[in-house]
Structures are given as structure tokens and as C-alpha cells.
């Protein structure tokens, strides 16, 4: 029977979430021959390509799109192992990044849930823009992040799912009918605004910023008093709002990949019980298209 080194697995993930050798060398403190090497040798032991390179760019073969889930689990198999065996007793801070929208739903169930089954650890949560989050992460102004993946890999990336975007209104029918469609969004640089915007623009539609909220009260409260629509992540719709039908003649929106980001390397053991506690969770709750 052969056995993946969990190092190796590691190193593997680490390059692929960077792209790039050099920057994994970088994150690792190792030598990028040292990183190449730990490559080959994984490559060997399967006797599969798990890698390619497109100019400066480092991309998975199909070999290594299979590997790549398999080494996710098993490193989050492994850090969990060692949590609990080496720190039965757990406390600390964790700093934690939320999405406005999805602090709606994850602050009550999930971060409710864990910080009453562990007493000794406490949250410190922070409501952003996906955006800013991501990058809080990266300059180690959090520990975990949940938030919507763009197009920029991050090292602290772990996992992702798909979530479905929606239009939702007040169900105003006059409201939908205007020329010209007045938006409820977010600021610059929120990836529900740019679908929003995009689909419109794409589909030749008309459209005007009416208001915008950093909050998602307040985008919700917009909503209801009619000044506009709005797009939100079809999970978190309130009752109080109306999602507008696909029929109704409204463009398409993509999908959005929602990432789980953690700091890499040194996340401690209070970090890492919630970062396994939360894709526990999801799981849980069957939240449609969750993959690794």
C-alpha cells in the first residue's frame, strides 16, 4: 500500500492555491528547487502528472483536479487529529470575517451553535465587503473568513460551494416595469453589484443606482420601501421580501463561489475547531453544490 506524506499533500495544495512555485517557496520559508523537488516526488509515487505550466502560471492536470480534493480532506483530517490529541482543553480569540449578507444566517446557527458548545473560546466578528475581507485575511487580520471567492487566488483559501444569486423586490409590479431599473446595492467592489450590473449590461437593460448600503438591513429596509431592487444570495431572502420569478423576463445571474479562507501554516487550535465546525455544519444543513 503507498502512503501520501502529509507534507507533500501540503506542499502540493499550496501551489496550486498560489499558482505559482515561487510564491509557495515564499509562504513555506523553502527553496523553490526544495518545492519542485516535493512536487516530482509526489508525481512519482502516483505515477501521474499532477501539474502543468502555462507561461508563469502553474495549473492542475486533470490527475491533479482529482488529487487536489482528496488532499484537502486529508490535511483537514490531519490538523484536526492533531488539534484535539496535542490540545484537549482549547481556548482563545478567533477573528472572524463575514460576508453582511450571510452574517444574517451564519451569526444565529453556526457561530451561535459553536460558541455554546465551546465555552472557552471566543468570537470576534467583523461584517465586510467579500473584498476587503479576503485581503484582511491575507495581511493575518483574521483568522477564518467566510466570504465570495473573486477572481484572485488566495493561499487562504480551503474550500468552496456555489450559491445561487437572485432578483428580489417588494413585489411592487409597477416598480418592475420601469424603463430605466432602480438598484439597491451594495458599495464598489461587492461581487453581488458587478452580477448585477453585468447581467443588465449584457441583456441591453437600463439601469440607475438608488441607493446603497454597506449593511444588509439596510439594503433589505431600501427594498421594502420600495425604492428599488436588489440581488441577494437566494439563501438569504427574507420573508418579507419577494424573489422576482425567472419568467418575469429578468437576465440570468451567475452563479457565486462562496470560499472558506483560513490562515495558512500557524491557525491555531481554537481557529482550527471552528474552521472544522463550520464545514461540519454545512453539511448538516445540505447546502446544495458544497464541494471541496
Known sequence: MINIQTDLLRTFSMVHDLGSITRAAEILGRSQPAISLQLKRLEDLLEV??????????????????????????????DEAISRLKSPKIGGVVRVGLPNDFAVSLLPTILGGFTSAHEGITLEVNCGISKD???????????????????????????????????VSNGDEKLLQEDTLPLIVYPQGCLYRQRTVNALTRAGKKWRVAYSSPSQSGIEAAVKAGLGLTVLSEKTVPDSLQIIATESGYPGLADVEVGLFYRQGDLSAASLRLVNYITASMDDIHIENFKF
Open 133 to 167: 475581507l479576503i485581503q484582511g485575511i491575507d495581511n493575518n487580520e483574521y483568522d477564518v473568513v467566510i466570504a465570495l471567492c473573486g477572481d484572485e487566488n488566495s493561499p487562504s483559501l480551503a474550500k468552496t460551494w456555489s450559491d445561487r444569486l437572485a432578483w
Open 49 to 78: 502528472p499532477l501539474l502543468s505550466r502555462k507561461g508563469r502560471k502553474v495549473q492542475l492536470t486533470e490527475e491533479g483536479e482529482v488529487l487536489r480534493d482528496y488532499a484537502r480532506q486529508i490535511l483537514a483530517l490531519n
